[in-house]
């Protein structure tokens, strides 16, 4: 079974630039997360979606942050503009919010370096 | 803001020896649970323990939680250099229904196996 895809995995932008971050969730799972790691603050959730829609993105740092899920198999997590300390590993990860276990599956993440 | 605090943030053993590492948090929990993260990749799920357990094994890991304390502890048995690693302990908070988790992770141990 394929998990998580994420793409880019690695993206060298300009200060200012718009940066596009995607991401493929496991079939029939209907929950999808956004987070950001860096070193300095952890793992952070941005935004989660249920059944492509969003029910909290209290985590989105800023009116730059913006995502998106369109259908079922589809996200994207977009930066506008870009900026220096945005610079981080981000990752997708998507559940099947009807399981009783509850796990998140994770993407292989993108690592965004913003100059 | 987060939730798990894993303690220590790094630790260091030869091949054969356990590992424990340690979480607290700070608010009820409907269940916690473990992730490790090899370098440069996604997280990945290891084991849930719910809020009305008290311990739990999967192979070579054992997890407790002790509610009283606000605690949970991994222990690897026999480690092994693959299990090298940074480990995560995440939480959902009390009023999570099944399966719409929203987890905060804390900021990890970093476990080093020495052949």
């Known amino acids: 079974d394929a998990g998580v895809i994420q793409s880019p995995r690695h993206e060298v932008t300009e200060m200012g630039q718009e940066v596009t971050l995607r991401c493929k969730p496991i079939s029939g799972h209907n929950s999808l997360f956004w987070y950001r790691q860096t070193m300095m603050r952890g793992l952070e959730l941005l935004i989660y979606f249920n059944n492509n829609v969003p029910i909290d993105d209290s985590g989105m740092p800023e009116d730059r942050f913006s995502a998106k899920m369109p259908n079922a198999s589809f996200s994207t997590l977009k930066i506008q503009p870009s900026e220096p300390r945005d610079s981080a590993v981000y990752f997708c990860a998507s559940s099947n919010r009807d399981r009783i276990t509850g796990e998140l599956f994770f993407g292989e993440g993108s690592r965004l370096t913003v100059l | 803001s987060q939730q798990g605090e894993e303690d220590p943030q790094a630790l260091s053993i030869q091949e054969g020896e356990n590992a424990t590492m340690n979480c607290s948090y700070k608010t009820s929990i409907n269940n916690l649970q473990w992730y490790r993260q090899n370098s440069g990749r996604g997280l990945v799920h290891l084991i849930l323990?719910?809020?009305?357990?008290r311990e739990k094994h999967s192979g070579r890991l054992r997890v407790t939680l002790d509610t009283s304390k606000k605690s949970s502890s991994l222990l690897i048995t026999a480690s092994r250099a693959a299990d090298t690693a940074s480990y995560f302990c995440a939480t959902a908070p009390a009023y999570s229904g099944a399966g719409s988790y929203q987890l905060t992770f804390g900021k990890g141990t970093k476990l080093s196996v020495i052949p």
């Open positions: 323990i719910r809020s009305n357990e």
